[in-house]
Nanobody, 122 residues
Framework: QVQLVESGGGLVQAGGSLRLSCAAS????????MGWFRQAPGKEREFVAV??????SYADSVKGRFTISRDNAKTTVYLQMNSLKPEDTAVYYC?????????WGTGAMDYWGKGALVTVSS
């Protein structure tokens, strides 16, 4: 059974930090890109970051503030979020990317977690 389980969400003040984790099981992990997306209330789900075996990509809105990393031995991907802003408030989803792609829309991902809520207060 494929599972992607996010954890680490919560409430934080603007300027603070959170680290999200996503534990994967039941699927191939090591050679696949793993990414994070987010969906704010009333908005479409949007790309945040992705990390493949040799490359990393970020949305412009989070560059310099967020860092994606992965531990293949633990089949876990992380998202360190610093200097958080109220506009970062969203449900954050972990997802596995399809091989061979370089554009990271929602259609590029084949498995999804259920999400973790991050709320940034002003």
């Amino acid at each position: 059974q494929v599972q992607l389980v996010e954890s680490g969400g919560g409430l934080v003040q603007a300027g603070g930090s959170l680290r999200l984790s996503c534990a994967a099981s039941g699927l191939s992990f090591q050679y696949y890109p793993m990414g994070w997306f987010r969906q704010a209330p009333g908005k479409e789900r949007e790309f945040v970051a992705v990390r493949g075996s040799g490359s990393t990509s970020y949305a412009d809105s989070v560059k310099g503030r967020f860092t994606i990393s992965r531990d293949n031995a633990k089949t876990t991907v992380y998202l360190q979020m610093n200097s958080l802003k109220p506009e970062d408030t969203a449900v954050y989803y972990c997802a596995r990317g399809r091989l061979g792609l370089v554009a990271w829309g929602t259609g590029a991902m084949d498995y999804w977690g259920k999400g973790a809520l991050v709320t940034v207060s002003s």
